[in-house]
Each structure stands twice: as structure tokens, then as C-alpha cells.
């Protein structure tokens, strides 16, 4: 057996960190009241400059990349065991802490569509504790505070040695019998969330603390996916009212969900009786009392940690580092892109035309303008140090509007199919603005395009709009656009990760033709995921899944930009690092004095 807090056969990878400092000559501004918006949708159909002006000189450090290169050791049976810890409570906690995320989750369920990535810290990982958790410094598969070992039984089996004396924040106990609910939510292939692009997936008990995953085919790499399953109280969960189940997640983590306000805060408190691990993100909290908090603008979140008002504020922007105490930087393992739909709509079907809009864009004039060249122009879906991404399929699409307008007189361009771009406001930093600028270049082109910003529900409908939801989803350009938008969704924008660090995810997840939210069928595409899915860990899964890299690159199925980079603010006498993703444990975080 191997035991996780010592193994370290994989050398893993470590993601592109940016070293951001941009002086600005703005001044502390006291914290804004809260202000609760309404976003509309509106088409915005102008021409914008393609490189906007800078207008104050901003000195520039020097990005520090490294190069890591990861081995893989193949073996027949993996189990994984944490270094034996006597079940300790949590220290005395002390002091509280105020964080500030851009916007409010919709729903506080686990089980529900609670919030995406730092939004919905809440009711994720400060509540939950998933079976597996990849550690954010070393990206190595560790336990949970639920989790014992794991091993693998079979292809498509593998089992889990649970945790005795771990109870729910309710006081239910911990077991494989609450173990399974939540497996089998979370494997349910019905919207393809969660780990569920391994096809379904269930439990199975074995004895009181025993469960086996049983997958609906070979799944290799479970153990890293299972980083995202959540539990929730079983009995808890059966009593409550459909309104409780979305305004309260009862798990085992190490926070306690006490208070909701809507529009004005949630209240967590540290779990006394959270039982923590060798792992530095399973240690028990320090902070007793954490309170999140929303501000739509980068300048008042930075402001709120500047004055006081808050100690931890995230995604202030790349224009507010110098107003605050101290600053954390991430790559948050996200891609900033545009999905395409490659089956609907009636010119971006052609390869031809997609390759024409590819080249059309300037990506590095558009970040240096709006961005001080501090994000890196990208060229596929995931991040570098991702199984399957090498330099060659993630390199940018080189700009050159002359061959964009050779490329739409060979397709047989017709501009009297609009092309749209939708987005949504303030999910990246200047996102309308980049895709301003997009849409500017592919009319310099001839190509008749239009930006429309939309508010988060028709977002949501435009990105689960895919091939999995029709009749027969290996068919599904031979019915009509799917829902849940039921029409074309065009282009749309996104930030899509990939924290398992396998390219299988982004193929299953956005390149299926059985995926729910896929805009693309590709027959031969389908047919390389086929073969890298059930490969085990080793060089003959790397290169397969490179294939399917390859073609998603030269077959130009997404218009990528580039990798997302976050900028957090800091009190100066709080701990804290930024992993690799977008994910945040308060347990993590400490203060010095």
C-alpha cells in the first residue's frame, strides 16, 4: 500500500505562475454600499478600435515561467493511505474573517448549481469534504478527512476504506451507506456533471465503512475526478423541503453553514468536531467565524481590504495591486474561450469559415491593451501541464486577415447568417471588452458579427445547449438545436477548467457528441476519446490523449484567448496561498497575529 503523505512517484505538474505588480495612481476609496444589479440583455452592434490606448504608463515585471515535466508510473493496483493521525478536534479557533467574491451564489445546496469556482466556496469545499483531494502545492492525490485508503478492484471498480468517528455538521454519522447517496448523485449522467463524463457511475456497500465505486466503464483516473463528489446528511437531506435543500448544505467539512442573508451575506463557523489529516488543506480552521460578502466592482473589493472592511477579497483585477496590503496571484487553471457551434449553425459548421474567424483575431494586441500583456494567448481548451497538452496543439492561431478573407471566399461565406458572440458581464476581468474587440475584427474581415450580452440564466441555457440533449446524440445534426436555448447558440463565451490535469475531462465534458453541453460531433474525435478514455496512467494514455488534443486544435472546434489569471487581495497579517485552481478552503487560511 502506498501511503499518500509520503508516495511521490509522480513528479507533478506545476501551472504558469505570474508575478503581477502594476502601479496605478488611484487612492483608497471607503467601501461601497451594496448595490443589487440586474443584468439585460443587449446587443451591442458597433465598431470598437481593436487596440485601445493606454493611457497611463504601467511598468511591467517580468513573467517567471517554469518548465515542470511530469512522470507517470503505471501500476496494476493503486491504494492510497493516509499517514495514521489521531483523530484530533479542531484548535481553538479565533477571530473571524470577511471575503468578498464578485457576486452571490444562486443557491447554497451542494446538490444544486450552487456556484461556480471561488463563488461557491460556501457550500463546496468550506462545507464539504469530497473522497479525494489534489493537494494545491505539489498537485498529489491525497485523503479527506472522511477518507482512509483506496485501491482499485478492477477496471471499472474501484474501493474506498472511509473514516470512522467522522460525523455530519447534524451530528449523522459518516458511512458507506451516506457515502453512496452522494456517489450516486454525483454519477448520475444526467446533466454530465460532476466526474459523470466516466459514464455512470454508482456505489456499492461493502461493510459499514467500505464502498465501492463501480463505474459504467473503465475508469482509470476516478481517483483524481472523485475530488469532486460532495455528501450531504442523509436523513438531513430526505426531511428537507425543496427551499431548505437550496439554502443549506449540511456536510462534514470543516465550516459549518449557519446564516444566509440574501443579497448581503453568508455566515459560516468553524466545526468543532471536524476530524483533520496530515494534509495542509485537512487541517482543522483556525478562524472561527468566516462571512461572505458581494461586490460586483474590482475597486470596492479592493477597497473593502484596503480600509478593513474585509481581509480576503478575490479577483480585484490586475489595476488594483498597489491599493491593497498584499496581493496572491493564481493561473486558476481556467481558459478563456469561445465555444462553437459546430452542428446548428449554418457557417460556422464549415472548417473553413471557423478557420477564417481564428485568424482573424489579433489576441496579442487585444491583452496588451486591455490586459498589459499579463495573460498568455492560448490555443486549446486546457491548461499547461494538463495530460494530452503539449506546445505544439496549444499554440495560439496566428493573426493574418488576409488569409481570414481568402479562407470565407473558399467556404462560400454567406453574410446573411449572422454571427454572434455571447457573453455574460464580469465573468472574467474585461471579458465584454476582449470580445468588443473580437467582434471588431471579424468585421474588418466582412464577416457580419454582433456581440450580446446576456444575463446568467440565458448563459446558463446557452452553455448546456448540446448534442446529448437530442434524440440521438451520435445524430445530432439531423435534428434541431437542442435545449436548453433550443436555437443556434452561435459563439459563446467561457472559462473552462480542467483541475484533474487529463485532457479526457475537456473531451467528455465540451467535445462529446454525447456530452449535454457539446457543441461539436466529430466522428473521428469520437473515436479517439473512445480509445484514451479506458487507458490506464502511463505514456500510451499521454500520447492518445494528445491525439484528441491535436485535432480539437487543428480541426479549430473552440476559439480559445488565453489562460485566466486571478489576482487576489490580502489583510498583511493573513496566510494564504492560491492553488493552481479555482477552488478555496478557509481552513487553509491563518492569521499571523
Not at 295 to 315: I, P
Request: aromatic content about 10%; hydrophobic content about 40%; charged content about 25%.
Amino acid at each position: 500500500m502506498n501511503r499518500w503523505s509520503v508516495d511521490k512517484k509522480v513528479i507533478l505538474y506545476t501551472a504558469l505562475m505570474f508575478v503581477l505588480v502594476v502601479a496605478i495612481a488611484c487612492g483608497s476609496a471607503p467601501a461601497e454600499p451594496v448595490v443589487i444589479e440586474k443584468e439585460v440583455i443587449k446587443e451591442v452592434i458597433k465598431e470598437v478600435p481593436v487596440i485601445k490606448e493606454v493611457i497611463k504608463e504601467v511598468p511591467r515585471d517580468v513573467i517567471v515561467e517554469k518548465e515542470v515535466i511530469r512522470e507517470v508510473v503505471t501500476e496494476k493496483l493503486i491504494v492510497a493511505t493516509p499517514a495514521p493521525v489521531a483523530p484530533v478536534k479542531a484548535a481553538p479557533a479565533r477571530d473571524s474573517i470577511t471575503l468578498v467574491t464578485s457576486v452571490e451564489p444562486s443557491t447554497l445546496g451542494a446538490w444544486d448549481q450552487c456556484g461556480a469556482n471561488v463563488i461557491g466556496f460556501v457550500c463546496t469545499d468550506a462545507t464539504v469534504d469530497p473522497l479525494t483531494w489534489i493537494d494545491g502545492e505539489f498537485r498529489e492525490l491525497v485523503g479527506t478527512s472522511g477518507t482512509e485508503s483506496w485501491e482499485q478492484m478492477s477496471p471499472e471498480r474501484w474501493r474506498f476504506k472511509l473514516r470512522e468517528g467522522v460525523k455530519f455538521h447534524n451530528g449523522e454519522p459518516w458511512n458507506s451507506a451516506a457515502a453512496k447517496i452522494g456517489i450516486d448523485i454525483n454519477g448520475s449522467v444526467k446533466e454530465l456533471e460532476g466526474y459523470s463524463f466516466h459514464g455512470e457511475v454508482t456505489g456499492e456497500v461493502v461493510d459499514a465503512m467500505t464502498i465501492d465505486v463501480v463505474c459504467a466503464k473503465a475508469c482509470p483516473i476516478f481517483p483524481r475526478t472523485a475530488a469532486w463528489t460532495s455528501f450531504q446528511a442523509p436523513k438531513w437531506y430526505e426531511s428537507a423541503s425543496e427551499d431548505e435543500r437550496l439554502r443549506r448544505t449540511v456536510g462534514f467539512g470543516p465550516y459549518v453553514m449557519k446564516d444566509w442573508d440574501p443579497g448581503i451575506r453568508i455566515t459560516l463557523e468553524a466545526y468543532e468536531d471536524y476530524l483533520p489529516n496530515a494534509s495542509f488543506e485537512m487541517r482543522a480552521p483556525s478562524i472561527k467565524y468566516a462571512t461572505q460578502v458581494f461586490r460586483n466592482e474590482e475597486l470596492v473589493r479592493a477597497a473593502m481590504v484596503q480600509t478593513g472592511e474585509a481581509e480576503w477579497a478575490a479577483d480585484i483585477g490586475f489595476d488594483q495591486t498597489d491599493n491593497v496590503p498584499k496581493i496572491r496571484t493564481g493561473l486558476n487553471n481556467e481558459i478563456f474561450a469561445l465555444l462553437v457551434d459546430t452542428v446548428w449553425h449554418p457557417e460556422l459548421k464549415k472548417k473553413k469559415v471557423r478557420m477564417a474567424l481564428a485568424h482573424a483575431i489579433d489576441c496579442n494586441a487585444l491583452t496588451e491593451a486591455l490586459y498589459q500583456s499579463l495573460v498568455k494567448c492560448w490555443g486549446n481548451t486546457s491548461a499547461q501541464g494538463t495530460a494530452g497538452i503539449t506546445p505544439e496543439n496549444s499554440a495560439p492561431y496566428e493573426y493574418d486577415p488576409a488569409l481570414s478573407r481568402k479562407l470565407l471566399e473558399e467556404a462560400g461565406y454567406d453574410e446573411a447568417n449572422e454571427i454572434k458572440v455571447f457573453t455574460r458581464n464580469g465573468r472574467v476581468q474585461k471579458d465584454v471588452e476582449y470580445y468588443e474587440g473580437v467582434v471588431g475584427y471579424w468585421k474588418k474581415v466582412g464577416v457580419n458579427a454582433s456581440l450580446q450580452v446576456v444575463e446568467k440564466g440565458i448563459n446558463s441555457d446557452l452553455n448546456q445547449t448540446g448534442c446529448g440533449r437530442t434524440e440521438d446524440p451520435i445524430r445530432c445534426h439531423e435534428f434541431p438545436p437542442a435545449p436548453r436555448y433550443n436555437a443556434s447558440p452561435h459563439t459563446m463565451s467561457t472559462a473552462t477548467s480542467n483541475e484533474i490535469l487529463d485532457y479526457i475531462r475537456q473531451a467528455r465534458l465540451r467535445s462529446s457528441c454525447y456530452a449535454t453541453r457539446s457543441k461539436i460531433c466529430d466522428q473521428e474525435l469520437e473515436k479517439l476519446i473512445e480509445i484514451a478514455d479506458p487507458m490506464p496512467l502511463g505514456d500510451d494514455r499521454t500520447r492518445a490523449l494528445e491525439a484528441i488534443a491535436n485535432r480539437v486544435h487543428d480541426e479549430y472546434f473552440y476559439f480559445p484567448a488565453f489562460q485566466v489569471a486571478v489576482v487576489f487581495a490580502l489583510a498583511e497579517n493573513l496566510e494564504w496561498e492560491a492553488r493552481y485552481d479555482p477552488r478555496v478552503r478557509v481552513n487553509a487560511m491563518r492569521f499571523t497575529e
